[in-house]
């Protein structure tokens, strides 16, 4: 039976189809608005259907496969390559879908759904709001230097010390900079509050998503890092091994091997770089605490002598390397890290 594959350039607005019935063949070519686009679909048959994993495709992919096609996700940066030798055009685009279809290397993405999408946007926003924050309170520090006003380093210190400074009515601040350092101020306090809010709904929908219990096991991941990667990772089988989930997550060195030279580099910082954060920051704090308490289990063992024999920062994004390999593990076979290792 001849099968049918149908590559979409996602747009806000106009959205470009390609058909193809053989294996690097365009049999067709369409240009729909977005009022039109699912209703080509409606009316074809069963095909399936290649969407690259950008912005709207996870909520594409859902209305497709309620109309009964089968929604192929490919990575955006793998697909890219596939038009270098064309100019940038959304038929090219289109085009270069299929032909990274026949890549048997480029793994899909999975679809995801409603709720995991939700909790997405929350951690999206919880960090555009952090970012927003440090830029303030940068500024403002920044800002004061330049009258002579120096404020320690530590986001607790700005605004307490501002607000001094605002009080005082004896040194040299000027006037018109008073009030806007108030309002910087506010804002400051304002985007607090709702990273905390935030963070608060995370921990409320953490016990209703699957495997962040688990994932709650494996020291130094609490329920930012949990709720994160079950909502970015989405599907945790697609990975063979722990190995290969830390590289996705760019924890692992780059490699540079020509004839019998083998070197490993730095790491390579693929794959999303808030996941990555996260997980070194969960690491660093995982660290502290052994070092602080002197722990005795395996892990803390391990990475305090890698601390000794590498460093603090080598050893963290080890260790970090590490909760990613259990990470996967505990998700993968469904189990508590502390009872895995009790069961070892």
């Known amino acids: 039976m001849q099968s049918t594959t149908i590559a979409v350039d996602l747009a806000k607005d106009v959205f470009e189809i390609a058909v193809s019935r053989f294996p690097g063949k365009v049999a067709e070519r369409r240009r729909l608005s977005r009022a039109k686009f699912l209703r080509f679909f409606a009316e074809r048959q069963a095909s399936r259907i290649l969407l690259e994993a950008c ?19 490919l990575p955006a940066h793998l697909v890219r390559p596939y038009r270098s030798l064309h100019k940038k055009t959304d038929r090219t685009d289109a085009k270069a879908l299929l032909e990274a279809d026949r890549n048997e290397e480029i793994h899909p993405v999975p679809a995801k759904s409603i709720e995991l999408r939700s909790v997405t946007a929350l951690h999206r926003l919880r960090s555009g709001w952090m970012a927003t924050r440090t830029a ?5 520090r920044g800002l004061l230097r330049e009258h002579g006003h120096f404020i320690p380093q530590g986001a607790k210190n700005v605004v307490p010390r501002v607000h ?3 009080a005082d009515a ?3 601040l000027p006037d018109p900079l008073r009030m806007a350092l108030a309002e910087a101020c506010e804002e400051i306090r304002d985007l607090e509050h709702r990273c905390e809010r935030t963070r608060k709904q995370l921990e409320a929908l953490a016990p209703t998503i699957p ?38 997550l760019g924890l692992t060195p780059r490699v540079h091997a020509t004839g019998k030279s083998r070197h490993l580099g730095r790491i390579s910082k693929q794959g999303d770089g808030y996941l990555r954060m996260l997980l070194i920051h969960g690491a660093r704090s995982s660290l502290a605490a052994a070092k602080k308490y002197n722990k005795k289990d395996p892990l803390s063992v391990w990475a305090l002598e890698l601390r000794q024999r590498r460093g603090h920062n080598l050893a963290t994004v080890g260790l970090a390397n590490k909760m990613a390999r259990i990470a996967w593990t505990v998700w993968s ?4 890290f502390w009872l895995q290792r009790q069961a070892a």
Do not use: C, K
């Not at 594409?60 to 192929?72: D, I, M, P, T, Y």
């Not at 303030?136 to 403002?140: D, H, I, S």
């Open 136 to 140: 303030r309170l940068n500024a403002v």
């Open 170 to 172: 004896e040194n040299a």
């Open 211 to 248: 495997a962040v219990e688990h994932l709650l096991s494996v020291p130094g991941i609490g329920n930012l890092t949990a709720t994160a990667l079950v909502a970015f990772v989405a599907e945790i089988h697609r990975f063979p091994s722990g190995r290969h989930f830390a590289s996705y």
């Open 333 to 336: 076979e469904d189990r508590d």
């Open 164 to 166: 001094t400074l605002i």
């Open 55 to 73: 912005g709207s495709a996870h909520f594409w992919a859902g209305e497709l496969e309620r109309l009964g096609h089968e929604v192929v996700l």
